[in-house]
């Protein structure tokens, strides 16, 4: 019996912890008024140019060599081409970009992106020099004549520490995750 009121204690307060946490988020609107991103206060908001941001991980540590990161890019739709096309052009293009790199288990899947379908174009893969194990998504939707594509890239490190053995399997996200998971269109 303690261990169930245990339990369901230690529920309540990760339940609570995490509400409290997504409120107290930072909100990006970029600046064509297409969409809106949040992020944790803790990330930096690295803003390139007017279409292209990253949204950055704290390190956790002087051990700590790999910022986990987001990055939008919102540019002009590409006439003629469908969202299964531009799926397949990110998949080849990830590929030829891991040079030196390892890129694992790669696939595409049909998803939403702020309400709208969309195409995560997935994988794992390995940094040569440090071996770092990493997972890769990107994930593009077409909106008022323009394409956002969302790129992720965190250590599956970071992963482990952040949700442990049980949040993987249980499909849990990430604060990084959670950041894909914020863009809304206006």
């Given amino acids: 019996m303690i261990k169930k009121i245990a339990s369901i204690l230690v529920f309540a307060v990760l339940l609570f912890s995490g509400a409290r946490a997504q409120t107290d988020w930072k909100v990006f609107n970029d600046t064509f008024k297409v969409y809106s991103v949040s992020y944790p206060p803790d990330f930096e908001l690295r803003v390139i140019d007017y279409q292209n941001i990253f949204i950055v991980s704290p390190l956790d ?26 799926a397949n ?7 030829l970009s891991m040079k030196g790199e390892i890129l694992l288990d790669s ?14 174009i997935s994988g794992s893969g390995v ?3 440090d071996e770092t194990l990493i997972n890769i998504a ?35 996200l990430t604060p ?6 914020s863009v809304k269109f206006k």
């Fill in 107 to 120: 696939k595409i899947e049909d998803v939403k992106l702020g309400g709208l379908p969309a195409k995560k």
């Fill in 61 to 86: 540590g002087k051990d700590d060599k790999f910022q986990e990161r987001v990055k939008l890019e919102l540019s002009a739709a590409p006439p003629g081409y469908s969202l299964d096309s531009i």
């Fill in 138 to 172: 990107v994930t593009v939707s077409l909106v008022k004549n323009a394409m956002l594509r969302v790129s992720s890239l965190e250590a599956f490190e970071y992963k482990l520490k952040v949700l442990g053995f049980s949040g993987i399997r249980e499909h849990a």
């Fill in 89 to 95: 052009l990110i998949q080849k293009q990830m590929k």
């Fill in 127 to 129: 940094i040569q020099g």
């Fill in 176 to 181: 990084l995750e959670k950041v894909v998971e």
